[in-house]
């Protein structure tokens, strides 16, 4: 029986691969913005093996109110084995372009957010001195800047490099980090886009998430054919990358 918070926790990829460590038993706390989806996906888990700890209700931009989030789930789980942080929002790129303000809101939610409640997250581990595992979702999205979504690119590739860091920092207490890179997966996130066959389902996504977590991986992509798709497009030269529509 783990341990294991989940921030973001009523997000499609992050509730299906909470459903797969219900089915090991694992004992959960909840971190999400909406009560009501809250107690509905913490109750699914629990019928599905989980043992509930609890629950809290945060808005993660609402950065004064990370640390008592933190402090009662670690408290309620008694330290933490897997700290697993989903939440995002995806970005009206037109929209940021046109507004600073917009842009810097998605910024926060999709990067700054994340790196205050790792900061808090990671101090919290190294103190307790267990070892642990942390993941977070980024995207293959960070992998290059798109005229069509680089200010989410931007916010993913932020957390992709602290991620890293985070990792070389945290390796000599005994806690790993993993960073999860999916592709396009069909949740109410992309409900709005054209479904074709790079695309996967959460249920499938959450499969390969729960296995890298589990055993320590320091990056997955998911599905595991993007690491190939992003190789190519990590190829591809800046003077013909800039004249590219994508
Ligand atoms: N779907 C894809 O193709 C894809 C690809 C690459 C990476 N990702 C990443 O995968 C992760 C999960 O996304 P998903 O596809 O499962 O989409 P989703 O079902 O729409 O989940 C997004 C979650 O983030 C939560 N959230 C957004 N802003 C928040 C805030 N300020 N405070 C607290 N929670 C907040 C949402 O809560 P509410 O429901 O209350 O809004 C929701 O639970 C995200 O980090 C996303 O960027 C997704």
Redesign the pocket.
Known sequence: MRKVLII???????AATARLFARDGDRMFLV???EE?LRATGDDLAVRGAELAGWHV????DLDEQDAALKEAEEALGGFDIVFI?????PDQSLCQSSVDVMIEEFQ??AL?TMALLTRVAGMMEQAGKGGQIAV?????AERGRQSNYV?GAA?AAVDTFLEGLRQRLHKSGIGVTTI??????????AEFKKGVLWAQ?EDAAKRIHSAISRGADLVYVPSFWRWIMLVIRLIPRRIFKRIEL
């Open positions: 973001g926790a009523t997000s499609a990829i992050a999400g913005r909406r989806r945060l808005d993660v931009n989903a939440h995002g929002t995806l939610t999709n957010s979702i980024t995207s293959v999205a989410y993913k890179r999916p592709g396009f997966i069909d949740t109410p996130m992309t959460p």
